[in-house]
């Protein structure tokens, strides 16, 4: 098979919406989930072959180009580059793994549970892959359903009400973004992002092109104070549902400031990089704090997840190679490591229905291989050398310092927080005596669960030990993008 | 032009008027026997034939000819075929629905059946008389329908409202006719916009004219502030009416608007896009606000289709004969894929009150326990009104307010889109009862046939103008050009 012209892409991005479809064709719970894992390991072994044939020149890869409809310049065009090649395989990796996971615990309406994971992967997958505004839009928007449903029926206490806001508050985001991808149309005449991207848009429509695409991203990352709606989504969701939300779907409006708001309105970007900076601060801070009082053990993940999305919009607001880099790289870190703390919490929760701190204590004793994965994957999220946090937080803290050493300061401060919060937590769940009598015969993980955590904790240690493997992909696409954009900004 | 072109040109009206007379006399000679499934099987086949000699007459690639004041152009192909779709669909539903809830069922289909017809030569019409005289056909036709259940005390009162708005509202239209006819001593549209300036007094003349011309079109339409007929005719008139009343006979009102505003007024341009805008923002904004606070689904979806009426009226205020989006390209598509849409929609509620005998929210609880299928078209159709992609309702969206953006009209275009996720809030609400509410009730739903294949049929081309809009944006573009290339 040749590989240049074949449509790998295209491979990539509707092979799980095949898979989800082929779920129809079985009947019992078992074929399904067989199914569903099947589906989505070919899916990451499809992305795989992304990088033996990579040339790291920061370029657009793999592109492939459909005209749609006569007469309008809208086309199926998709491409991938060293920002959104980690982003993607962050996606179809962490597929299988949820799947995996809610392999037994997901028992009722387990074939429409499956195809809305696929369909919401084949989404997700679509808006890192699009290099056509419209198209873009179309995967965006589309992104709400399945997770609508997933929260709504397979939640947990509130979660009507986590889904609805989840759905209304993120599509307010985006209701302005389609009149400015208009606007963006009739000055230039096209939705191509490439096109878009040399165009040279005048001021005006930089500044308000900036905002409405700010809003949208920066209501999905979440910045502070547009975060509201991300506790009750990520608590109520139920656990496949949060390693989605925070593993990939927050991705996507970091992915957003970094393919459209930077190159696309560069002088607009300009004036705003300080607010961001500002915001993506108190993010860091208001996260740390909150995170540190909570009760609820996924609610505490929950806000770690504003506080570490704080640091991935700080290495953006740095906007040189350190902060850009760090901020492509951290975001997969925090799917990873954010993605197995949810997945720890709710194994926790499968055994006992229950997330309360005081619930627990000295796990350590009963569910060895619990705890040391536990305490694993707190270190890679809290970020200690060797592990895959601490060269993504290292290298953003590097490149805001050489911006403005407060804003490394105060970053710094978050990090010493973040050791705080998931310390608390460990110390909840692990430590102290085991003397709640419902922890006394408590399992240890399954060989599923530990097959399950066993690719993100190998995957921490390999970030960590050997960055530069990650790194030489993302640096090429972060110089280009800072040749077209650092002249304007004066970095 | 010898008899038989004009026989061919003319052949899905005649037709539409021989099909009504045969159902009328089957259905004597039957003396009802049968609750009207022969009258409707015949309704059904001769409106099939009319889409085919539609359909025929379209894709033959006719240019505008006029036979009789009416023109035979891509325009009108379109809005007939959209007029006999949906009176098709609303007639198969209507089958069961309709059963042992009225003695004149055969009558019930001629008059759907000569509805369509109506609607066929208003949207032909290039004389001002012979639009009024489609329009009052379409009304009174209409206020029979509304009104159908006799012993019903809220359709009752949904013929009479609708009849006393429809009366003055088509008084109010012939007034402003006669002032066209009063400046130019001519009825004939492309006459009129030939002779009909725009300096000095006349463009004040020609400005009471819209409005006047409006309180026409926009009764039909629904437009804010034509609209106070519409809640209470769309609950209390029977389901189906209610759902033609709000599709077929809703872009009839459009469809005439847009003709006779294009082709009679070329020159007051600035000042009818103008007023369209407004009421475009009226329209949306009231009905979507209004709607928040529905729990009765005919009156939800009565404010929904009022709101949505504001949506396309953008096409035809963001005219833009040239540009990329022309505007009225976008007020044909946002139309075909809301016909399917919004018949959908209804199409659910008949099932509902059919099953419960309500149309409460209350109704909806639980349904995708109870009936699956039913909650699941429900869904889509609920989506694609509110836009999201990758359904009919997105596209239609997309190109209104890509005409919109093409004109400038910035604020237009955000108060729209700010509309639209106000818009998202109610329909969700109808999502979220059907699929995390539980209900009491436990017994599943039972769709009849024709019911379920009308169903299939609007969910199927919600999906494939979504999916596929291509071919449907190509067929409207043709379409368009028409019509611009004659009154532009």
């Given at each position: 098979?040749?590989?240049?012209?074949?449509?790998?892409?295209?491979?990539?991005?509707?092979?799980?919406?095949?898979?989800?479809?082929?779920?129809?064709?079985?009947?019992?719970?078992?074929?399904?989930?067989?199914?569903?894992?099947?589906?989505?390991?070919?899916?990451?072994?499809?992305?795989?072959?992304?990088?033996?044939?990579?040339?790291?020149?920061?370029?657009?890869?793999?592109?492939?180009?459909?005209?749609?409809?006569?007469?309008?310049?809208?086309?199926?065009?998709?491409?991938?580059?060293?920002?959104?090649?980690?982003?993607?395989?962050?996606?179809?990796?962490?597929?299988?793994?949820?799947?995996?996971?809610?392999?037994?615990?997901?028992?009722?309406?387990?074939?429409?549970?499956?195809?809305?994971?696929?369909?919401?992967?084949?989404?997700?997958?679509?808006?890192?892959?699009?290099?056509?505004?419209?198209?873009?839009?179309?995967?965006?928007?589309?992104?709400?359903?399945?997770?609508?449903?997933?929260?709504?029926?397979?939640?947990?206490?509130?979660?009507?009400?986590?889904?609805?806001?989840?759905?209304?508050?993120?599509?307010?985001?985006?209701?302005?973004?389609?009149?400015?991808?208009?606007?963006?149309?009739?000055?230039?005449?096209?939705?191509?992002?490439?096109?878009?991207?040399?165009?040279?848009?005048?001021?005006?429509?930089?500044?308000?092109?900036?905002?409405?695409?700010?809003?949208?991203?920066?209501?999905?990352?979440?910045?502070?104070?547009?975060?509201?709606?991300?506790?009750?989504?990520?608590?109520?969701?139920?656990?496949?549902?949060?390693?989605?939300?925070?593993?990939?779907?927050?991705?996507?409006?970091?992915?957003?400031?970094?393919?459209?708001?930077?190159?696309?309105?560069?002088?607009?970007?300009?004036?705003?990089?300080?607010?961001?900076?500002?915001?993506?601060?108190?993010?860091?801070?208001?996260?740390?704090?909150?995170?540190?009082?909570?009760?609820?053990?996924?609610?505490?993940?929950?806000?770690?997840?504003?506080?570490?999305?704080?640091?991935?919009?700080?290495?953006?607001?740095?906007?040189?190679?350190?902060?850009?880099?760090?901020?492509?790289?951290?975001?997969?870190?925090?799917?990873?490591?954010?993605?197995?703390?949810?997945?720890?919490?709710?194994?926790?929760?499968?055994?006992?229905?229950?997330?309360?701190?005081?619930?627990?204590?000295?796990?350590?004793?009963?569910?060895?291989?619990?705890?040391?994965?536990?305490?694993?994957?707190?270190?890679?999220?809290?970020?200690?050398?060797?592990?895959?946090?601490?060269?993504?937080?290292?290298?953003?803290?590097?490149?805001?310092?050489?911006?403005?050493?407060?804003?490394?300061?105060?970053?710094?401060?978050?990090?010493?927080?973040?050791?705080?919060?998931?310390?608390?937590?460990?110390?909840?769940?692990?430590?102290?005596?085991?003397?709640?009598?419902?922890?006394?015969?408590?399992?240890?993980?399954?060989?599923?669960?530990?097959?399950?955590?066993?690719?993100?904790?190998?995957?921490?240690f390999l970030i960590g030990l050997f960055p530069a493997l990650?790194?030489?992909?993302?640096?090429?696409?972060?110089?280009?993008?800072?040749?077209?954009?650092?002249?304007?900004?004066?970095? | 032009?010898?008899?038989?072109?004009?026989?061919?040109?003319?052949?899905?009206?005649?037709?539409?008027?021989?099909?009504?007379?045969?159902?009328?006399?089957?259905?004597?000679?039957?003396?009802?026997?049968?609750?009207?499934?022969?009258?409707?099987?015949?309704?059904?086949?001769?409106?099939?034939?009319?889409?085919?000699?539609?359909?025929?007459?379209?894709?033959?690639?006719?240019?505008?000819?006029?036979?009789?004041?009416?023109?035979?152009?891509?325009?009108?192909?379109?809005?007939?075929?959209?007029?006999?779709?949906?009176?098709?669909?609303?007639?198969?539903?209507?089958?069961?629905?309709?059963?042992?809830?009225?003695?004149?069922?055969?009558?019930?289909?001629?008059?759907?059946?000569?509805?369509?017809?109506?609607?066929?030569?208003?949207?032909?019409?290039?004389?001002?008389?012979?639009?009024?005289?489609?329009?009052?056909?379409?009304?009174?036709?209409?206020?029979?329908?509304?009104?159908?259940?006799?012993?019903?005390?809220?359709?009752?009162?949904?013929?009479?409202?609708?009849?006393?708005?429809?009366?003055?509202?088509?008084?109010?239209?012939?007034?402003?006719?006669?002032?066209?006819?009063?400046?130019?001593?001519?009825?004939?549209?492309?006459?009129?916009?030939?002779?009909?300036?725009?300096?000095?007094?006349?463009?004040?003349?020609?400005?009471?004219?819209?409005?006047?011309?409006?309180?026409?079109?926009?009764?039909?339409?629904?437009?804010?502030?034509?609209?106070?007929?519409?809640?209470?005719?769309?609950?209390?008139?029977?389901?189906?009416?209610?759902?033609?009343?709000?599709?077929?006979?809703?872009?009839?009102?459009?469809?005439?608007?847009?003709?006779?505003?294009?082709?009679?007024?070329?020159?007051?341009?600035?000042?009818?896009?103008?007023?369209?805008?407004?009421?475009?923002?009226?329209?949306?904004?009231?009905?979507?606000?209004?709607?928040?606070?529905?729990?009765?689904?005919?009156?939800?979806?009565?404010?929904?289709?009022?709101?949505?009426?504001?949506?396309?009226?953008?096409?035809?205020?963001?005219?833009?004969?040239?540009?990329?989006?022309?505007?009225?390209?976008?007020?044909?598509?946002?139309?075909?894929?809301?016909?399917?849409?919004?018949?959908?929609?209804?199409?659910?509620?008949?099932?509902?009150?059919?099953?419960?005998?309500?149309?409460?929210l209350a109704a909806y609880n639980g349904l995708i326990k109870?009936?699956?299928?039913?909650?699941?078209?429900?869904?889509?159709?609920?989506?694609?009104?509110?836009?999201?992609?990758?359904?009919?309702?997105?596209?239609?969206?997309?190109?209104?307010?890509?005409?919109?953006?093409?004109?400038?009209?910035?604020?237009?275009?955000?108060?729209?889109?700010?509309?639209?996720?106000?818009?998202?809030?109610?329909?969700?609400?109808?999502?979220?009862?059907?699929?995390?509410?539980?209900?009491?009730?436990?017994?599943?739903?039972?769709?009849?046939?024709?019911?379920?294949?009308?169903?299939?049929?609007?969910?199927?081309?919600?999906?494939?103008?979504?999916?596929?809009?291509?071919?449907?944006?190509?067929?409207?573009?043709?379409?368009?050009?028409?019509?611009?290339?004659?009154?532009?």
């Amino acid at each position: 098979m040749d590989l240049t012209t074949f449509p790998l892409l295209s491979l990539i991005l509707w092979l799980p919406v095949l898979g989800a479809l082929a779920l129809f064709l079985f009947a019992d719970a078992r074929s399904i989930r067989v199914t569903a894992l099947v589906v989505t390991l070919l899916d990451f072994a499809a992305s795989l072959l992304l990088l033996p044939r990579w040339t790291p020149d920061g370029s657009m890869h793999y592109q492939e180009v459909l005209a749609w409809a006569a007469g309008l310049d809208f086309r199926y065009h998709l491409g991938v580059d060293g920002i959104s090649l980690w982003l993607v395989l962050l996606t179809t990796l962490l597929g299988p793994i949820v799947v995996l996971f809610s392999w037994r615990n997901v028992t009722e309406n387990v074939r429409s549970f499956f195809f809305l994971l696929l369909i919401q992967q084949a989404g997700m997958l679509g808006v890192f892959l699009s290099l056509d505004l419209i198209l873009f839009f179309i995967f965006w928007e589309f992104t709400l359903i399945p997770m609508y449903f997933l929260i709504g029926q397979w939640g947990s206490g509130r979660r009507v009400y986590a889904a609805t806001k989840f759905f209304l508050y993120t599509m307010a985001g985006s209701a302005l973004m389609l009149v400015v991808i208009l606007l963006l149309y009739f000055q230039t005449g096209s939705f191509n992002w490439l096109t878009l991207k040399e165009a040279g848009l005048d001021r005006t429509l930089q500044f308000w092109g900036f905002l409405t695409f700010a809003l949208a991203f920066a209501i999905k990352v979440p910045m502070f104070p547009f975060h509201t709606w991300l506790p009750d989504a990520h608590v109520e969701a139920p656990t496949a549902g949060s390693v989605i939300l925070a593993g990939v779907l927050l991705k996507m409006g970091v992915y957003g400031f970094l393919r459209f708001c930077l190159p696309l309105f560069p002088q607009a970007t300009a004036i705003f990089l300080p607010w961001i900076a500002g915001l993506a601060i108190v993010g860091i801070l208001y996260g740390s704090l909150t995170a540190l009082v909570q009760k609820d053990v996924k609610s505490l993940v929950a806000y770690s997840s504003i506080a570490h999305l704080g640091f991935v919009m700080l290495g953006v607001a740095s906007m040189n190679e350190q902060g850009l880099s760090g901020a492509v790289l951290q975001s997969v870190n925090h799917g990873l490591s954010t993605g197995a703390l949810f997945l720890m919490v709710g194994m926790i929760y499968d055994r006992r229905h229950t997330r309360l701190l005081a619930e627990f204590g000295g796990l350590w004793r009963q569910m060895p291989v619990y705890s040391a994965l536990f305490m694993v994957v707190v270190m890679a999220s809290v970020g200690l050398p060797g592990l895959n946090g601490f060269v993504g937080e290292f290298t953003i803290l590097l490149g805001a310092f050489r911006v403005n050493p407060l804003w490394a300061a105060l970053g710094t401060l978050g990090v010493i927080l973040a050791a705080w919060y998931l310390l608390a937590a460990v110390r909840g769940l692990l430590h102290g005596p085991l003397d709640n009598p419902a922890n006394q015969h408590l399992a240890d993980l399954d060989r599923r669960e530990v097959l399950v955590l066993a690719p993100l904790v190998l995957l921490f240690f390999l970030i960590g030990l050997f960055p530069a493997l990650f790194f030489d992909k993302i640096t090429p696409a972060v110089e280009l993008l800072l040749r077209d954009v650092g002249p304007v900004i004066g970095r | 032009m010898n008899a038989l072109d004009i026989l061919q040109l003319l052949s899905p009206e005649l037709i539409l008027a021989l099909t009504g007379f045969v159902v009328v006399s089957v259905d004597l000679a039957m003396r009802r026997r049968d609750e009207g499934r022969t009258a409707a099987t015949i309704a059904l086949l001769g409106l099939g034939g009319a889409l085919v000699a539609t359909l025929l007459l379209a894709f033959a690639g006719t240019s505008t000819v006029e036979a009789f004041t009416l023109a035979i152009d891509p325009y009108s192909l379109f809005f007939k075929a959209l007029a006999i779709v949906s009176v098709g669909l609303v007639i198969l539903a209507s089958i069961s629905f309709m059963r042992g809830k009225s003695r004149y069922l055969g009558e019930y289909y001629a008059l759907l059946v000569f509805a369509a017809l109506a609607i066929s030569l208003a949207v032909s019409a290039t004389n001002l008389v012979m639009v009024y005289l489609g329009i009052e056909f379409l009304s009174i036709t209409s206020y029979i329908l509304a009104s159908y259940f006799r012993q019903d005390l809220r359709s009752q009162e949904a013929g009479v409202k609708y009849f006393l708005y429809g009366a003055v509202a088509g008084a109010v239209m012939l007034y402003g006719i006669s002032l066209l006819y009063g400046a130019t001593g001519s009825v004939d549209l492309a006459t009129v916009g030939a002779l009909f300036s725009a300096e000095g007094d006349q463009r004040l003349l020609g400005i009471a004219a819209i409005i006047l011309l409006l309180a026409g079109f926009g009764f039909k339409a629904s437009l804010v502030p034509f609209h106070q007929w519409a809640p209470d005719t769309y609950e209390g008139a029977p389901t189906p009416i209610t759902a033609f009343l709000s599709t077929a006979s809703k872009a009839a009102g459009f469809a005439v608007a847009g003709r006779v505003f294009m082709v009679a007024l070329p020159n007051l341009v600035a000042d009818w896009t103008a007023i369209l805008g407004s009421l475009a923002i009226l329209s949306m904004t009231l009905g979507n606000l209004v709607a928040l606070k529905q729990t009765n689904l005919k009156r939800l979806l009565a404010y929904s289709s009022i709101a949505q009426a504001g949506y396309i009226v953008l096409g035809l205020a963001a005219l833009n004969p040239g540009g990329d989006f022309d505007g009225v390209g976008g007020l044909l598509i946002y139309l075909l894929a809301y016909l399917f849409t919004n018949i959908g929609a209804f199409l659910v509620v008949m099932a509902i009150e059919q099953h419960s005998g309500s149309v409460d929210l209350a109704a909806y609880n639980g349904l995708i326990k109870r009936a699956p299928a039913l909650a699941l078209w429900m869904t889509l159709f609920l989506l694609s009104l509110a836009g999201i992609p990758p359904l009919a309702g997105f596209f239609g969206k997309f190109f209104v307010f890509a005409a919109v953006v093409e004109r400038n009209l910035l604020t237009l275009a955000a108060i729209a889109a700010v509309n639209a996720v106000v818009a998202a809030f109610y329909y969700l609400n109808i999502v979220r009862a059907m699929f995390f509410v539980e209900s009491e009730e436990q017994k599943p739903v039972s769709v009849a046939a024709g019911l379920s294949a009308a169903l299939a049929i609007s969910g199927i081309m919600v999906l494939v103008i979504g999916i596929a809009a291509q071919p449907f944006i190509t067929w409207i573009s043709r379409s368009v050009e028409m019509v611009l290339v004659s009154g532009m």
